[in-house]
T-cell receptor, first 110, second 115 residues
Framework: KNEVEQSPQNLTAQEGEFITINCSYS?????LHWLQQHPGGGIVSLFM???GKKKHGRLIATINIQEKHSSLHITASHPRDSAVYIC????????????FGAGTRLAVHP | DAGVTQSPTHLIKTRGQQVTLRCSPK?????VSWYQQALGQGPQFIFQ???????QRGNFPDRFSGHQFPNYSSELNVNALLLGDSALYLC??????????????FGEGSRLTVL
């Protein structure tokens, strides 16, 4: 069983729709990351959260440490949100050793 | 601030050859981690460098080695290339306090194709 699992693997939405991407993990963690990867390959960190909820613009991330589950929501989705969204948790021994999920590929159509 | 820069962006090698990938971390960052991302999968941790030493290592063979220089830049070397080494290689940098702030920056990656 993978330590970090995401669902769905692929997601297609119409512009303006509310989007939810889920992440479950099996290891004990102190924090969880949500990242965005565009087709060129570069990865951008969106959130790091250890409890509750964080909001940045149209993006909202929530985490339930007890249930080992996190969600990333996108409100009023736009075609420029099209990307791969990845959750990651710290591995043993250090912050930078992240264990990544396989990612959710989001396509938002006009 | 140039952020994290990686070179080369793309390269093609043949089986058995050796490759060196380079990473310059974001200004002020002293910790560099390398990841391998196969097509359609999430990145896999290769190793991390801090103070010119390998501090942690993922489940990769000894063919994968690295180095960190006094200016914090880093190299990833892969010997005896296999077809399965074809992937996007990502470098991530942070400060020593990065685990407290959540500041982690990635480069655009080096895409390696092994024929």
């Amino acid at each position: 069983k993978n330590e970090v699992e995401q669902s769905p693997q692929n997601l297609t939405a119409q512009e303006g729709e509310f989007i939810t991407i889920n992440c479950s993990y099996s290891v004990g963690i102190s924090a969880l990351h949500w990242l965005q990867q565009h087709p060129g390959g570069g990865i951008v960190s969106l959130f790091m959260l250890s409890s509750g909820k964080k909001k940045h613009g149209r993006l909202i991330a929530t985490i339930n440490i007890q249930e080992k589950h996190s969600s990333l929501h996108i409100t009023a989705s736009h075609p420029r949100d099209s990307a791969v969204y990845i959750c990651a948790v710290p591995g043993e021994g250090g912050y930078n050793k992240l264990i990544f999920g396989a990612g959710t590929r989001l396509a938002v159509h006009p | 601030d140039a952020g994290v820069t990686q070179s080369p962006t793309h390269l093609i090698k043949t089986r058995g050859q050796q490759v060196t990938l380079r990473c310059s971390p974001k200004s002020g960052h002293d910790t560099v981690s390398w990841y391998q991302q196969a097509l359609g999968q999430g990145p896999q941790f290769i190793f991390q460098y801090y103070e010119e030493e390998e501090r942690q290592r993922g489940n990769f063979p000894d063919r994968f080695s690295g180095h960190q220089f006094p200016n914090y830049s880093s190299e990833l070397n892969v010997n005896a290339l296999l077809l399965g080494d074809s992937a996007l290689y990502l470098c991530a940098s942070s400060s020593l306090q990065g685990h407290l702030t959540g500041e982690l920056f990635f480069g655009e990656g080096s895409r390696l194709t092994v024929l």
